[in-house]
């Protein structure tokens, strides 16, 4: 009896130290997924956080910074991957303006991988909706106006400058992708005291409300639809192509390349009219951003 206790210790420590060390080794696949400040960036970082939990990840969510901030949290190790769009890395990181590259998706995003593959940041799949910058208008007044593009707004202005009021977020009112570089390309003469800043989420209900007349915003917001705005046209191509895609670490994801599997099997799934209902999901039924990326992979068949 006591030989068969002495027997049975071993494997049954070599079994505890297997379990140990395998707990040890799940414990430690971990990884930090950043994100922005406004609605969609939540979402797709909620989105990326499921993929990779079904993965077996403890995933750490580090969103709400700005569009400069994400970046440097990226290269200075604070977030293993985030999301970003190939016509900000082009325009605002490596300050580019060539129209023929930036208004196509492919040679924007063939452009800015293969750039920051020399900064070892590698881009996945990029996903298949474009969230384009956009100007838009209350439909009515818009319609009232007879304004449908940028350049009928800016000849409204020329003979009217006191008549629109112009609600611009913060961080567009300074990129070089911007409202400042937009207006000159325009011709568009707006006086200062015309001109509302705000947070980048507020446009579009200063915009429902009448406190602007025109706002910035996102191509996909599903708000844009839900509130009765209209886009107007971008009718000098001003705006690049905004494919986000996952940006990644390459020593992540050398040590995880399951990441790539992961989150490219939503790639080509996302497309810019279900991207605007989660984004109308949150910011008008306001439900959860995790909730919304849940029952989105569910529904795919993803999660």
């Known amino acids: 009896m006591k030989n068969f206790m002495k027997g049975s210790v071993v494997p049954l420590c070599v079994l505890a130290l297997v379990l140990t060390t395998f707990s ?8 930090t997924v950043g994100g922005k400040n406004f609605t969609e960036q ?5 989105l990326a956080g499921l993929l990779l939990e079904q993965k077996g990840f403890d995933v750490t969510l580090k969103t709400g910074v700005g ?20 016509g900000t890395a082009y325009t605002v990181f490596y300050k580019k303006g060539d129209q023929e590259v930036m208004s196509d998706p492919e040679k924007v995003y063939q452009w800015v991988k293969e750039k920051d593959a020399e900064k070892d940041l590698i881009w996945l799949e990029p996903v298949d909706f474009n969230n384009t910058y956009t100007l838009m208008m209350r439909r009515e007044q818009a319609d009232k106006l007879n304004i449908v593009s940028i350049t009928d707004m800016a000849r409204h202005v020329e003979k009217k400058p006191e008549d629109l009021v112009f609600g611009v977020g913060s961080e567009f009112w300074e990129r070089p992708d911007g409202f400042k570089a937009l207006a000159k390309t325009y011709d568009l003469n707006i006086p200062p005291g015309q001109i509302k800043k705000m947070s980048l989420g507020l446009t579009y209900k200063a915009l429902l409300d009448g406190q602007v007349d025109v706002a910035m915003g996102f191509a996909t917001d599903g708000r844009i639809a839900a509130f009765g705005l209209v886009n107007l046209v971008d009718n000098k191509n001003f705006f690049p192509v905004y494919n986000p895609a996952p940006v990644v670490r390459e020593e992540v994801l050398e040590k995880y390349p399951e990441i790539k599997d992961a989150l490219n099997a939503m790639a080509d799934k996302l497309t810019t009219a279900e991207m605007q209902q989660m984004n109308k999901a949150v910011d008008v039924e306001h439900k959860k951003e995790k909730e919304v990326a849940r029952n989105w992979l569910q529904d795919n068949g993803l999660l």
């Open 24 to 31: 040890f080794a799940q414990a430690e696949k971990s990884i």
């Open 42 to 46: 939540y979402i797709l970082a909620e």
């Open 67 to 86: 569009t400069n901030i994400a970046r440097q949290s990226l290269e200075n190790d604070q977030i293993d991957l985030y999301y970003e769009y190939t």
